[in-house]
């Protein structure tokens, strides 16, 4: 976030940009021309405390990234108050993209779907990994809701102890996972998982501003290494990322991620309802993800069409994850 705000005070200095997070310390302080430090969870509600300090503040444009359902059910309340609420889309579009087990349901017969089965029980897991590996391919495992992959896991470790030898790398194996699932059922916890076949390829990030549904700007940043990253305006994965934004009707900066199997073809992993990390890469290559983001905030964004092939180097030290942030734009 830190890279993105610094971009758009660069890009449109005539806006007045104030943003939030729970952390008094975070790194996007340092960037930002107004700063206010969020309550924590369970403090005080949410959404009230947003309503009530825009208010105060004069907020004329909310661009909330934590908290959004809570938002997405007050959108009344903050029209009363004469804040105009930008967020990525309806309550229950932000809860069917938050679900990946009722996500990956609503793709069913999409060639970009990677298979994929939800599993709540230990029999399941086990069955699901057996059909997966049948033909040769890894198995993995994530939860059914989350972010930032935790809770991910390869499941193509040799031998038990091989995650605890190596947490970082996040590989187990599957029957000391399943052995896990088991205890999990003895003692009454339940879970909801989603097993599928691991994707050892290239990663790709489709960069997208939307209003509306309809797509402003679309990228496709290929992660090609730990430091170098290409970035495509003319790429097939753009055709079928700007179809999903329209069907959902997505608004704003959203990222669909997808990433190569074993053989080269590319899956679908999800969509975030939020500006990917990297998206400010695409502006080092001449594509303005944040002018064109702050544009649609302001109701002046225009469709941004170039032919751009180019790799950034992406050296970058990694910003410590922050713990929620909402960031708040005034016109």
């Known amino acids: 976030m830190r890279n993105l705000v610094r971009r758009i005070v660069a890009d449109r200095p005539h806006i007045q940009l104030c943003v939030s997070a729970i952390d008094h ?32 503040r004069g907020i004329e444009a909310l661009v909330p990234q934590r908290g959004k359902i809570g938002v997405a059910r007050a959108l009344d309340r903050f029209a009363a108050n004469g804040i105009h609420v930008h967020i990525a889309a309806d309550v229950d579009t932000l809860d069917l993209l938050d679900d990946k ?25 086990e069955a699901a990994v ?18 930032y992959g935790a809770g991910y896991w390869t499941l193509d470790a040799n031998g038990p102890l ?4 190596d947490p970082d790398a996040r590989r187990i194996a599957p029957e000391v996972y399943a052995a896990s699932l088991r205890h999990a059922e003895e003692v009454g916890d339940g879970f909801s998982l989603l097993v599928m ?32 990253q290409r970035i495509q305006t003319r790429h097939e994965l753009t055709t079928h990322a700007t179809e999903l934004v329209r069907r959902h009707r997505l608004h704003g900066a959203v990222n669909v991620q997808y990433k190569q199997d074993r053989h080269g073809n590319w899956r ?22 944040c002018a064109t983001w702050i ?37």
């Open 197 to 228: 076949e691991h994707l050892p390829g290239l990663e790709a990030s489709v960069d997208i501003v939307a209003d509306r549904g309809t797509v402003m700007l679309a990228a496709v940043r290929t992660k090609l290494d730990a430091n170098r």
């Open 162 to 165: 091989a995650h605890l030898a």
């Open 25 to 56: 310390d975070s790194p996007v302080r340092d960037v930002s021309p107004l700063f206010w430090t969020e309550p924590g969870k369970g403090e005080t509600d949410y959404t009230d405390w947003l309503i009530d300090t825009a208010t105060q």
């Open 130 to 147: 057996d059909a997966t590996t049948r033909y040769g391919a890894s198995a993995c495992v994530k939860p059914s809701r989350g972010v």
């Open 295 to 331: 544009d649609v905030v302001t109701g002046t964004a225009t469709p941004f069409e170039a032919d751009i092939d180019t790799e950034v180097i992406a050296m970058v030290q990694a910003e410590p994850r922050q713990k929620g942030s909402a960031g708040t734009s005034q016109a």
């Open 101 to 125: 087990a009722a996500f990956s349901a609503s793709l069913a017969d999409d060639p970009y779907l990677c298979p994929t089965t939800w599993v709540t029980t230990a029999a399941a897991f």
């Open 268 to 289: 679908i992993l999800e969509i975030n309802a939020r500006a990917a990390g990297g998206a400010s890469y695409c502006d080092a290559a001449g594509v303005p993800f």
